[in-house]
């Protein structure tokens, strides 16, 4: 909706405004201490004023910190000690400003000096909330005082002597995700801070399944299309490097998402070396990390080595979501986005010359019949489809298994069977069957819809 694009907006000039009460209020408490000196006693008549537009920026500022608050996950504890504690900054500069005003004191006058610790008082609880806002987006121990007695990690002298998480991916995620997701900042309840929050992942699973680069939402996200709105980082940030990626993938599948051990530990240090002295800025990754894209297990031989790349971005003009996922072979991740309303015979005059290369295909929420199906049979290399909530029934059973290299298919919520599920058990090269919210779920291991082969 429009009323809450604009609101979403709103809220983003938060922290532009909020720096306005701070001036102001500032200036009222500079002036009254000033006054004090008889030359300059004349200040004191601006102390009103500055408390009046500090008032008013404040109101400012805290409706658009609620419409902020809002559009993020932020830690509760300190979202809350900034919102009140900023709710109250306003009502004590209000408060000022009316017993500063000749009218209000005509019945009731502050004595001065009262009034100036009350001001002083001001500032402090200026400086709490500000502490509390910057804990929330530069982390809760941004102000600490332990940081003084903190020394930046030094580079090892030698590539094979970095520690693959301490010194190669912790400041990889710090730099590319750390905006949104360390600290009092979580989008998503995701924090990269540490291993264990990585772990833990956030509202789309875990961020790292160690072993299991497909299976980690940080690989699948950092590697998405940059057009597709789940592509990460967002909002326009700087995307990881081919060799950030690369060594990330590594990291998480080869290292099995170790901490504390060193290059040299392993036994394909050679092979990763080039890309870990690139993101160290001890050299330069270059072709390496294209070759070294192909990591994740072994690879189908009968796809093409190439593909002709004016046919992807011809897909991409057409409204298909393409992922280049590793070269040599070239291998491909389409996406048709759900609820796209693109008919897929739109597609149809490409899909032959990129089927072969296409080793992951997500078809899901788009109207699908099993007569629209048809170009399956040239996807022989295909190996994950999804084909979740279409109108699909037990017929599409037949077009799936003449894939013979596809070993996971989504089926959930669509008007397939139990026949089509025992058609589907009998191929060879399925594991794993998604058939969630069907008539087929019933007849599952377990209330999850998901059957292991």
């Given at each position: 909706?429009?009323?809450?694009?604009?609101?979403?907006?709103?809220?983003?000039?938060?922290?532009?405004t909020?720096?306005?009460?701070?001036?102001?209020?500032l200036?009222?408490?500079?002036?009254?201490?000033?006054?004090y000196?008889?030359?300059?006693?004349y200040?004191?008549?601006?102390?009103s004023?500055?408390?009046?537009?500090?008032?008013?920026?404040?109101?400012l500022?805290c409706l658009?910190g609620?419409?902020?608050?809002?559009?993020?996950?932020?830690?509760?504890k300190?979202?809350?000690?900034?919102k009140i504690?900023?709710?109250?900054?306003a009502?004590?500069?209000g408060?000022?400003?009316?017993?500063?005003i000749?009218?209000?004191r005509?019945?009731?006058?502050?004595?001065?000096?009262p009034?100036?610790?009350?001001l002083v008082?001001?500032?402090?609880?200026?400086?709490?909330?500000g502490?509390?806002?910057?804990?929330?987006?530069?982390?809760?121990g941004?102000?600490?005082l332990?940081?003084?007695s903190?020394?930046?990690?030094?580079l090892?002298?030698?590539?094979?002597?970095?520690?693959?998480?301490?010194?190669?991916?912790q400041?990889?995620?710090?730099?590319?995700c750390?905006?949104?997701?360390?600290?009092?900042?979580r989008?998503?309840?995701?924090?990269?801070?540490?291993?264990?929050?990585?772990l833990?992942?956030g509202?789309?699973g875990p961020?790292?399944?160690?072993?299991?680069?497909?299976?980690?939402?940080l690989?699948?996200r950092?590697?998405l299309?940059p057009?597709?709105?789940?592509?990460?980082?967002?909002?326009?940030?700087?995307?990881?490097?081919?060799?950030?990626?690369?060594?990330?993938?590594?990291?998480?599948e080869?290292?099995?998402?170790?901490?504390?051990?060193r290059?040299?530990g392993f036994?394909?240090?050679?092979?990763v070396?080039?890309?870990?002295?690139?993101?160290?800025?001890?050299g330069?990754?270059g072709?390496?990390?294209?070759?070294f894209?192909?990591l994740?297990?072994?690879?189908?031989?009968?796809?093409?080595?190439?593909?002709?790349?004016?046919?992807?971005e011809?897909l991409?003009k057409k409204?298909?979501?393409?992922?280049?996922m590793?070269?040599?072979?070239?291998?491909?991740?389409?996406t048709l986005?759900?609820?796209?309303?693109?008919?897929?015979?739109?597609?149809?005059?490409?899909?032959?010359?990129?089927?072969?290369?296409t080793?992951?295909?997500n078809?899901?929420?788009?109207?699908?019949?099993e007569t629209?199906?048809?170009f399956?049979k040239?996807?022989?290399?295909?190996?994950?489809?999804?084909?979740?909530?279409?109108p699909?029934?037990?017929?599409?059973a037949?077009?799936?298994?003449?894939?013979?290299?596809?070993?996971?298919?989504n089926?959930?919520?669509?008007?397939?069977g139990?026949?089509?599920?025992?058609?589907?058990?009998a191929?060879?090269?399925?594991?794993?069957?998604?058939?969630?919210?069907?008539?087929?779920?019933?007849?599952?291991?377990?209330s999850?819809?998901?059957?292991?082969r």
């Open positions: 909706m429009i009323l809450l694009d604009v609101l979403t907006y709103l809220g983003h000039l938060h922290p532009l909020v720096h306005l009460p701070i001036g102001f209020l200036l009222a408490v500079i002036f009254n201490l000033v006054s000196l008889g030359k300059y006693d200040l004191q008549q601006a102390v004023f500055s408390l009046l537009m500090g008032f008013i920026s404040a109101v500022a658009l609620y419409l902020l608050s809002r559009t993020g996950d932020y830690d509760h300190l979202l809350s000690g900034h504690s900023a709710i109250l900054l009502l004590v500069s408060i000022l400003y009316l017993t500063a000749p009218q209000v005509r019945w009731y006058a502050l004595p001065p000096r009034f100036s610790v009350l008082c001001l500032v402090l609880l200026m400086a709490y909330s502490h509390q806002g910057a804990g929330l987006t530069h982390g809760s941004y102000l600490d332990g940081i003084l903190q020394h930046a990690r030094q090892p002298a030698r590539v094979e002597d970095a520690l693959v998480y301490e010194d190669v991916v400041p990889v995620l710090e730099s590319k750390g905006s949104c997701h360390q600290g009092g900042k989008k998503g309840g995701l924090s990269t801070q540490t291993l264990a929050g990585l833990k992942g509202r789309s961020a790292v399944v160690p072993g299991r680069p497909a299976e980690s939402e690989c699948r950092i590697s299309d057009r597709d709105e789940k592509f990460m980082p967002s909002e326009g940030k700087p995307p990881l490097s081919p060799e950030e990626t690369a060594v990330l993938r590594w990291w998480i080869k290292a099995g998402a170790a901490t504390g051990k290059l040299s036994s394909d240090q050679e092979q070396k080039p890309l870990i002295a690139a993101v160290l800025g001890m330069d990754g072709a390496s990390a294209m070759a894209s192909d994740p297990g072994p690879v189908n031989p009968d796809i093409p080595d190439q593909l002709d790349m004016t046919l992807v011809r991409r409204g298909m979501v393409v992922r280049l590793g070269h040599k072979p070239d291998r491909l991740d389409l986005p759900a609820g796209s309303g693109i008919p897929i015979s739109t597609f149809a005059q490409d899909f032959p010359g990129i089927a072969k290369n080793i992951w295909l078809l899901s929420a788009n109207g699908l019949k629209d199906l048809g399956l040239n996807f022989t290399n295909l190996e994950k489809l999804r084909l979740e909530k279409n699909l029934s037990d017929g599409v037949g077009q799936v298994n003449a894939l013979k290299n596809l070993t996971v298919i089926l959930n919520e669509t008007a397939i139990k026949p089509c599920l025992d058609k589907l058990q191929s060879a090269s399925l594991k794993r069957i998604y058939c969630w919210h069907t008539a087929a779920a019933v007849f599952t291991p377990d999850s819809g998901l059957i292991y």
